[in-house]
């Protein structure tokens, strides 16, 4: 038996005057994801734990079966996986990203959180910075790691406890010192504007008219969570596909293998046929779950495009899941799907909400009566619904986890 999970990330909505009060899966052409809604278990189900934020690794943990109470554990340590780091019992990841600030004050704490991005600072330059600031500020037990773009990684080993940082893009425009940690950590920030602002990368940046990404900024930080084995769990080798770092580092660190793609980026333009590729190549390769997460219409959401959020749900269906259920068929063995966003991101809301999302499972080998439209409404009204996403993986397999 071969299974595929699909994650449309964040593609579950609202109904939207512009589409005629349709959601965007509403309004999608979506045939195949459709006919396979036809012939599926379809309900709703919540991925996020009452009192949790509604945050991608949360709800992706769940939907991969780990009770999100117990292993959610912040998205910097899963971060520093996907990075190929090595985390050590008692070590602490924290995003550390380069952010801009302003540059007219006489101190640091007056000055203004400018640009959580550094305006999106290319990773190159954002290297040269990183090892500049690890160069003073790192020690035998606290390491600086460039990453991609303005999001790097910080571990600490044995780190003051504290944990209640402030998120950069959370206070734009706002004094920083107002929101600044506990020593030691604010020294460490303060220094690192010494290390950077005059640096010559940033010099650099200034005269093509770019911000100067002058400062660190430490936040979410966290323990490796203690994932057990997937293959364990499920007696399943499985894969992960995704363009997000959250997602493949928790994939890693359930002993699953993470695929990169070439051109997976994140946005509405990925590369939709070398994810559909790249699953069906596991599957040649012996793997016996796949899971594909796309993060585009997440993207959009965020960003409020109606129309591409719709776009990218009619290219997952058509250029994504069509050739791999064309190739599951041609297998002639018996294989299951699942299909959900882990959670909405509403285009009106420009962020994640916590309502409960549509499902699907569907088996080639024990068809049901579904649903004619995959969307909020149908899921809704077949009145099934599953209070704990953590659950479905055995509604998916028809097992109990060991
Ligand atoms: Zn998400």
């Given at each position: 038996m071969n299974y595929l999970v699909l994650i449309p990330d964040g593609a579950a909505d609202y109904p939207i005057d512009a589409l005629g009060g349709k959601t965007p899966l509403e309004a999608a052409d979506k045939p195949t994801l459709d006919r396979l809604a036809a012939d599926s278990l379809v309900g709703t189900v919540s991925n996020v734990p009452d009192g949790m934020v509604p945050e991608s690794d949360t709800a992706n943990l769940a939907i991969l079966s780990y009770d999100p109470k117990i292993y959610?554990?912040?998205r910097s340590p899963l971060e520093a996986v996907s990075m190929g780091l090595e985390m050590k019992p008692g070590d602490i990841a924290f995003r550390c990203n380069v952010v801009t600030l302003s540059?007219?004050?006489?101190?640091?704490?007056?000055?203004?959180?400018?640009?959580h991005s550094a305006d999106e600072i290319t990773t190159e330059e954002a290297a040269g910075l990183i090892r500049a600031v690890a160069e003073v500020l790192g020690t035998e037990e606290r390491a600086f790691y460039p990453g991609v773009s303005y999001r790097h990684c910080m571990i600490w080993h044995c780190p003051p406890a504290y944990r209640e940082f402030n998120r950069p893009h959370d206070f734009l425009g706002e004094r920083v010192g107002d929101k600044l940690p506990p020593e030691p950590y604010a020294s460490l920030l303060r220094r690192s504007y010494e290390i950077l602002n005059r640096h010559p990368v940033n010099e650099a940046r200034r005269a093509r008219g770019l911000r100067p990404a002058n400062s660190i900024w430490l936040w979410s930080p966290g323990a490796k969570p203690a994932l057990s084995s997937f293959r364990e769990k499920w007696g399943l080798d499985a894969s992960v596909i995704s363009a997000v770092d959250l997602i493949k580092g928790i994939g890693l660190c359930a002993g699953m293998e993470s695929i990169d793609v070439e051109g997976?980026?994140?946005?509405?333009?990925?590369?939709y046929k070398g994810k559909a590729d790249a699953a069906i190549d596991a599957f040649r390769r012996g793997k016996e779950l796949v899971y594909v997460h796309v993060e585009a219409p997440d993207e959009c959401g965020h960003r409020a495009e109606t129309g591409n959020k719709v776009t990218s749900i009619s290219r997952i269906s058509e250029e994504l899941l069509k050739p791999i259920l064309h190739f599951l068929d041609a297998c002639r063995e018996p294989y299951a799907v699942m299909v959900l966003p882990d959670h909405p991101t509403p285009v009106c809301r420009r962020t994640h909400t916590r309502e409960p999302v549509p499902f699907l499972i569907y088996r080639s080998d024990r068809r049901q009566q579904g649903v004619s439209r995959f969307c909020e409404r149908e899921a809704e009204k077949t009145g099934i619904y599953l209070?704990?996403?953590?659950r479905l993986m055995a509604l998916l397999t028809g097992k109990e986890p060991s």
């Open positions: 959610s554990k912040g540059e007219e004050q006489a101190c640091y704490d007056d000055r203004i959180m400018l640009d997976a980026t994140g946005n509405y333009k990925t590369n209070p704990e996403g953590h």
